[in-house]
Nanobody, 114 residues
Framework: VQLQASGGGLVQPGGSLRLSCAAP????????MGWYRQAPGKQRELVAS???????NYADSVKGRFTISRDNAKNTVYLQMNSLKPEDTAVYYC?????????WGQGTQLTVSS
C-alpha cells in the first residue's frame, strides 16, 4: 500500500482546490505528516505539516493561503489551497514530515494557469 495523493487539476489563478492523501497506517499513525511539492527543475519542498495532535506549520510561500488538516480515523491528510498562484504549479505529495520515508507515490499534479 502506497501513499496516494489525489485531487489535483487545472485551476485558474485565484482559485481553490483541496488535495487528499491516504497513507498506510505504518506511515501515518501518531506521526507528523506533511504536504510537499516539486516544481519542474526544482527540488521537492515541504509546504505544510501537521502533528498528530493537530499543530500546523507552513512555508512562508503558502502561509495564509493553504490549510493542512488530518483525519486520524481515516489515515488521511488534506490540503486546502486558496488564492492559488501560477507559482503553486507542481506535483504535490504527502509523507511524514519533516523527512519522508519509503516510496513517495505518484503525487498529484496541480497546474495554476489562465
Amino acid at each position: 500500500v502506497q501513499l496516494q495523493a489525489s485531487g489535483g487539476g487545472l485551476v485558474q489563478p485565484g482559485g481553490s482546490l483541496r488535495l487528499s492523501c491516504a497513507a498506510p497506517g505504518s506511515i501515518f499513525s501518531a506521526f507528523t505528516m506533511g504536504w510537499y511539492r516539486q516544481a519542474p527543475g526544482k527540488q521537492r519542498e515541504l509546504v505544510a505539516s501537521i502533528t498528530n495532535g493537530g499543530s500546523t506549520n507552513y512555508a512562508d510561500s503558502v502561509k495564509g493561503r493553504f490549510t493542512i488538516s488530518r483525519d486520524n480515523a481515516k489515515n488521511t491528510v488534506y490540503l486546502q489551497m486558496n488564492s492559488l498562484k501560477p507559482e503553486d504549479t507542481a506535483v504535490y505529495y504527502c509523507n511524514r514530515a519533516p523527512r519522508g520515508i519509503g516510496p513517495w507515490g505518484q503525487g498529484t499534479q496541480l497546474t495554476v494557469s489562465s
